[in-house]
């Protein structure tokens, strides 16, 4: 169960959007993540992370959400389209685990709110996870 928190938090979208970029403010943010595993006995406690978004991050739009830091998954976003301040995407990941991802983000200057689906299979079962995240600038990054 803790290698499926794991690969939820790092496989949150990482979005890279071309001419469109949210409509962030630099600086520090924090972001609180909760997985839900329908038919789990116990499920998980919410995890929250810091970190500092720069203009550039910003600009590129792939690290305003967790990224995914597995080296044995490589991740596609398919689609994306962002209308205004929302954010609908598809991305799909190969290697190991396997699993599709849907997802919304909807961005304001100093916070972002989202959802996403991830499906996979799992030792021959099928296994779907939501996940609900919100993020909101703290001030300043630290030097």
């Given at each position: 169960m803790k290698a499926y928190l794991v690969a939820a938090l790092?496989?949150?979208?990482?979005?890279a959007l071309a001419a469109d970029k949210p409509d962030m403010t630099e600086g520090l943010w924090e972001i609180t993540s909760k997985v839900n595993m329908p038919g789990m006995p116990m499920q998980?406690?919410?995890h929250t992370m810091?970190?500092?978004?720069?203009?550039?991050?910003?600009?590129?739009g792939d690290k305003t959400v967790p990224q995914n830091q597995q080296s044995d998954q490589k991740c596609d976003m398919v689609e994306r389209r962002m209308t205004g301040n929302k954010l609908n995407y598809k991305m799909v990941c190969s290697g190991k685990n396997k699993m599709t991802m849907t997802g919304e983000v909807i961005y304001s200057r100093t916070?972002?709110?989202?959802?996403?689906?991830?499906?996979?299979?799992?030792?021959?079962?099928?296994m779907r996870m939501t996940t609900e995240y919100s993020?909101?600038?703290?001030?300043?990054c630290k030097k």
């Open positions: 790092i496989a949150v979208p990482a979005i998980m406690p919410a810091q970190h500092c978004f720069t203009k550039e991050d910003i600009a590129k916070s972002y709110r989202g959802t996403s689906q991830m499906d996979m299979v799992q030792n021959g079962q099928p993020a909101k600038r703290l001030g300043n």
